[in-house]
């Protein structure tokens, strides 16, 4: 859980800074190895190096050296290393309201410390070559299940757009399921169409939301953005539109308890960091010298680390990998699920967080190169089931005397982005008056594409039951796995 501070530190803001505790690798074991290694742009370090062709995209570049015998060689940086976080003293007493016992505020009152995280919009970073071969295959494969998903769904003169529209809410829906908010396809499907449903079908539709955002802005991602996505992702909270697409004005902490930050796992920053830590991140995101998995995967570190809002900082976290593998070139066309790559094994993700504030980024790599590999692969997997669907519905509906014209045709992709309709929502997305809208649905209807669910004259609601049930076998696939 992600709790606030809702009393004040005792202690007024001097702190002592203290490094956080790193476990040093067996520097013989590595030297006694070859020295093959990636490193970022020209040289360690370097921010200021730029790719040679504006168009290539950057994967793992691995320069093999194998030492000459008779000459002494320079020790090379520890591979995976990044600056630790630091650590500061503070002192907490959580507010006497009556909310909390007075056994409950006499343990959680005392000494914590926060985190001040370290800048890194230019630091180096060395890959041993094991891993900058497996970052590099997994960033091939995200290459492949782009082009896959644009090939295989546009055959026949359909458009992206609806595919593209139920991967990125399947992603959605597996960056919420992180933080304990699931919904079922068809409940996200509704509260999509005419927000009936609430609770947390109308949080992960917000998330949809900030998803959406983080791609439209993806070639631009400033802190105002940053910011604009938070907002799509809580605006529409009546609890919390008040702090949506603000920074965080109070301390903020991962634990177990509300009354305060000790024994948390993780303290964030003290609010008035925030901005700063914030701008060196967009400054390192907008490097255009590093491999991109690894950045993706060390920006988002970095961004958990800061949390810069008072909630939703892991959605925003996990839309900004999104928005930065499409506005590098990696997925231009497509939202790969690598949420539920992560959601495959969570407790993964979470120690390699912590691993990434104590100074070893290597955990967060692997844990992002798995995540990429396995959202390509079932990925696909849904991409093939869902085209199949249309492809059987599109023989369904060839068995009903229709033109080629007739609106049922236009609809027909559409129940894939969007499997619950009704007649006002196929009457605004293709622009025709419900009298047309409705003989549209009825032709998928008679054709057993559709399916009508509300069995009354009035608020009539259809369902494509086959998609449906597929978004909610793929959710199932995950939990199970």
């Known amino acids: 859980m992600t709790a606030t501070n809702a009393s004040r530190p005792a202690s007024d803001e001097s702190y002592r800074a203290t ?96 985190t001040r995280p370290a800048r890194i919009a230019a630091i180096g970073l060395t890959i041993p070559s094991d891993l900058a071969a497996d970052l590099d295959e997994a960033t091939q494969q995200l290459v492949a299940f782009d082009s896959r998903a644009a090939e295989r769904f546009s055959a026949g003169g359909r458009t992206l757009g609806p595919l593209s529209a139920v991967l990125l809410r399947t992603e959605s829906t597996s960056s919420s399921r992180i933080e304990n908010l699931t919904v079922g396809a068809r409940r996200l499907a509704r509260e999509s169409l005419d927000g009936s449903q609430g609770g947390n079908a109308a949080l992960v539709v917000g998330n949809v939301r900030a998803m959406e955002t983080a791609l439209e802005f993806a070639r631009n ?5 940053i910011l604009a996505m938070h907002s799509a992702l809580l605006g529409g909270s009546d609890e919390w539109k008040d702090r949506a697409g603000r920074y965080r004005d109070q301390l903020v902490w991962v634990g177990v308890s509300s009354a305060g930050p000790r024994g948390a796992s993780h303290v964030a920053p003290q609010p008035d960091q925030v901005p700063d830590c914030m701008a060196d991140l967009v400054a390192f995101i907008d490097r255009d010298d590093l491999p991109i998995l690894a950045q993706c995967a060390t920006a988002h570190a970095q961004f958990e680390t800061i949390h810069p809002f008072i909630d939703g900082n892991g959605r925003v976290g996990r839309a900004l990998i999104h928005a930065m593998l499409r506005g590098k070139g990696l997925t231009p066309t497509m939202t790969p699920p690598v949420s539920a790559g992560i959601l495959h094994d969570t407790e993964r993700y979470f120690d390699a967080l912590t691993a990434y504030r104590e100074g070893d980024a290597r955990p967060i790599l692997e844990c992002f190169s798995s995540a990429a590999r396995y959202a390509a692969h079932t990925g696909t997997e849904l991409i093939d089931t869902l085209s199949a669907i249309l492809d059987d519905d599109a023989d369904r509906l060839h068995g009903l005397p229709l033109r080629r014209n007739a609106l049922g045709w236009k609809l027909l992709p559409l129940v894939v982005e969007q499997p619950v309709v009704n007649v006002p929502y196929v009457a605004r997305v293709l622009g025709v008056p419900a009298a047309s809208a409705t003989r549209a649905v009825g032709q998928l209807q008679r054709a057993g594409v559709l399916v009508e669910v509300s069995g009354g004259k009035r608020g009539r609601v259809w369902e494509e039951r086959r998609v449906l049930d597929a978004l909610d076998e793929y959710a199932e696939m995950i939990r199970r796995q």
Not at 42 to 51: E, K
Not at 221 to 225: G, P
């Open 19 to 114: 490094t956080g505790a790193v476990k040093k690798p067996d520097i013989k074991a590595q030297n006694a190895k070859v020295q093959s290694v990636l490193s970022f742009g020209v040289s360690f370090g370097d921010a200021d190096s730029t790719r040679t062709s504006a168009d290539a995209v950057p994967t793992a570049n691995i320069a093999q050296t194998m030492p000459p015998m008779d000459a002494a060689q320079p020790v090379p940086p520890e591979p995976c290393r990044v600056p630790p976080v630091e650590l500061e003293e503070h002192c907490w007493t959580p507010s006497d309201d009556g909310y909390y016992s007075r056994t409950a505020r006499r343990k959680a009152s005392g000494t914590y410390y926060s």
């Open 221 to 225: 991602l400033s802190e105002a953005n």
